[in-house]
């Protein structure tokens, strides 16, 4: 991601830390395998970040990329904000505000 992008800035330090938190006990829904970052795996992202906002991924030990260059490829392919990277896991989050209120994430 480069300095100017306004993706990079969408949370600030105690929205992270709250995200993080949510996302320790989430289990991966998508998962990076040999094929790297696909259009259906863009799309299968994209419908996890739409229905929960807040996902795991998790990068296999195949996959073609460094694992800090394929999580900033994710967060930007899914317009999404890159919470974290710890290891090979990967939290992303994208509000949606078509989501009922009872199931949306309050930061």
Do not use: W
């Not at 600030?12 to 790297?36: D, F, M, S, T, W």
């Not at 890159?82 to 990967?90: E, Y």
């Amino acid at each position: 991601m480069s300095d100017n992008d306004p993706k990079q800035s969408t949370l600030n330090v105690r929205q992270r830390k709250a995200l993080r938190g949510l996302g320790h006990h989430l289990e991966p829904i998508v998962y990076v395998g040999k094929e790297g970052i696909s259009a259906t795996l863009i799309q299968a992202a994209k419908s996890a970040l739409q229905a929960h906002e807040l996902i795991k991924i998790k990068l296999g030990q195949n996959c073609p990329l460094p694992k800090k260059e394929a999580a900033e490829a994710l967060a930007e392919s899914t317009q999404a904000d890159l919470v974290q990277l710890i290891g090979k896991m990967v939290l992303l989050f994208r509000p949606n505000p078509e989501l009922p209120l009872e199931k949306k994430i309050k930061i």
